[in-house]
């Protein structure tokens, strides 16, 4: 069996799968939060063995300062995701004065004869995970993976333009994440890279449709065949690739099928040494440029060709820094804040790390983190100018500017970036959820309608952020049944989110189901103490006067306190 990672295992009878963050037994699903899925995966890799507090809190929690309960709950967590009695324990026995020990059987999907995709386990009616922010982790050869990523998309683009027959449809395809053939584990964060920026560069093509990297990274360490994922996510291509790397030699491959026959249409093998891929981007650019009947307007060229930074050390602290900002926690946050600051030391001119900050201060913001609220706000813009100052074709920096512009209530602003992340990348599913996002805020419900239904298009396993927008849509048109079904779905998709709560509890005021939405009100009130109707109006970025009077109302009826 392959050691416990991103890849899928079972333990006992609960299919664990790390990439969505649930543990699946028949029909039943349970979601597990970031942590508490590490520690399991943790305990995992090493079955049977015994397993201290200290070294879970140094390899897990990755030696930060956390208080003694921290694991303890963690653990209890564990215990009641898998129904499991600390007293009589059939998974997870608690060794006195030693630490912990996972007990039960781990075996691999396929010996146990499990189906090879998660979604064969789940109700069709279930929504199914994604992550908010790409798991890009670090790397040490982004300059590679760059330049491979313009050598790939544009090969695509040879074989769509000469043997296709959409219809007039463009051609869409997911890329799966690339497998890592290295001895070295530490290359997932390569082949992770070069997965996300081919799926980038391909988003900034007008003329072929691109699932979000948020979906492809959900079948990481899966074996389903194409034809399957063609029919999941309605996409005509896949690319699929691996990368294998010794000292300074990289050996890619990448091929693409046709979902339609499971054929392979396209297949390519790249033997490179890191300090050629310049040279070699140049000329393979140049030879399929020529040989093509493709039309690629001016700005998309332009676009294909920038690079965010050319210092590999550089862009290893990036990844690092997008890696821990995936965990959504203020500890975490401020991690990611340190890796982004130490690329920038080494490439002051790396602007989506500049970027990347100013979404850390905003989320701050929006999150009550900070101490310092207009002083974080006022970093936060200007880092996301200094960013597009830096870097006009990046669609993730206009992200961060139209979010720290939402944030500030600066929703003219906020409009105008977000539409700029998707004149650069047509098919960038989060510029989608921002304008969505926006068109809310500014009392545009039907347009956010659309707005997310397209995200949502881009990225099929969309998780909690789309459900919100949508049921948030939903609540301002007055649809509160629809509102009730979206945004409970939201919930269940995470629990610890303040928002979602908010705008589920007005939406049970209207629908007459008070006592349901007292009690949300009151799980709102554990998650965050010091909410109020005041925070609320402070924060929260709606521009009209009356939709806001509207929303205080309904959460006032629902119990929360001025």
Not at 177 to 194: H, K, R, T, V, W
Not at 365 to 389: C, H, I, M, S
């Amino acid at each position: 069996m392959k050691m416990p990672g991103h890849s899928e295992f079972l333990i006992a009878d609960w299919r664990v799968a790390p990439a969505q963050g649930v543990l699946t037994r028949g029909h039943e699903v349970v979601r597990l939060e970031p942590k508490a899925m590490d520690v399991l995966v943790y305990l995992a890799s090493r079955p049977g063995e015994v397993v201290t507090r200290e070294e879970l809190e140094r390899d897990v929690w990755r030696g930060a300062l956390v208080g003694y309960d921290a694991v303890t709950n963690t653990v209890i967590k564990l215990r009641k995701a898998l129904q499991d009695d600390a007293r009589k324990p059939r998974f997870l026995a608690t060794i006195p004065k030693k630490g912990y020990q996972l007990i039960a059987s781990i075996t691999d999907p396929e010996d146990a004869g499990a189906p090879g995709s998660l979604a064969n386990g789940v109700p069709e009616t279930l929504p199914r995970p994604w992550r908010r922010w790409p798991a890009w982790s670090a790397g040490r050869t982004g300059t590679f993976i760059a330049a491979l990523a313009v050598i790939v998309v544009l090969g695509l683009m040879s074989l769509w333009i000469v043997d296709r027959n959409h219809g007039g449809e463009p051609p869409s395809i997911v890329v799966l994440p690339f497998e890592n053939l290295s001895a070295d584990a530490m290359q997932d964060y390569l082949a992770d890279g070069i997965t996300e920026d081919i799926i980038t560069d391909l988003s900034k093509l007008s003329k072929i449709l691109v699932i979000a990297s948020s979906t492809s990274s959900t079948f990481k360490g899966k074996r389903v065949p194409s034809k399957q994922i063609g029919t999941d996510l309605n996409v005509q291509y896949v690319l699929r690739g691996s990368i294998q790397r010794l000292g300074d030699k990289v050996r890619v491959t990448a091929q693409l099928f046709d979902t339609n026959t499971g054929i392979t249409t396209w297949a390519q093998r790249y033997d490179r040494t890191v300090a050629q891929v310049f040279a070699v981007q140049d000329e393979v650019t140049r030879s399929i440029v020529e040989a093509l009947a493709v039309k690629i307007t001016n700005q998309e060229e332009s676009l294909l060709a920038q690079r965010a930074t050319n210092d590999l050390r550089a862009y290893d602290y990036f990844q690092e820094g997008q890696r821990l900002f995936n965990f959504s926690t203020r500890e975490y946050s401020e991690q990611a804040r340190e890796a982004y600051r130490k690329a920038i030391e080494l490439d002051p001119g790396y602007g989506r790390a500049y970027g990347a900050i100013a979404v850390t201060l905003a989320f701050d913001y929006r999150r009550g983190w900070t101490d310092t609220p207009n002083e974080t706000l006022d970093r936060g813009l200007e880092l996301a100018k200094k960013a597009v100052a830096l870097d006009h074709g990046s669609p993730q920096i206009y992200f961060a500017l139209g979010f720290v512009h939402l944030a500030r209530k600066e929703f003219v602003d906020a409009e105008k970036a977000a539409a700029r992340s998707l004149e650069i990348a047509p098919n960038y599913a989060d510029g989608y959820g921002l304008l969505a996002l926006i068109s809310n805020s500014i009392g545009q419900p039907r347009r956010a309608v659309a707005l997310v239904t397209k995200g949502m298009r881009l990225n099929p396993y969309f998780t909690w952020q789309y459900l919100y927008v949508l049921g948030t849509a939903y609540y301002m048109l007055g649809d509160y049944d629809a509102a009730i079904t979206t945004l409970e779905e939201a919930q269940s998709r995470n629990e610890n989110v303040v928002q979602t709560k908010q705008l589920l509890a007005a939406s049970y005021v209207n629908a007459g189901r008070q006592d349901d939405a007292e009690w949300v009100v009151d799980r709102l009130r554990i998650l965050s103490p010091t909410a109020t109707l005041t925070e609320i109006e402070r924060h929260l970025p709606i521009e009209r006067p009356e939709q806001m009077r509207a929303l205080l109302d309904d959460l006032r009826k629902a119990g929360l306190p001025e």
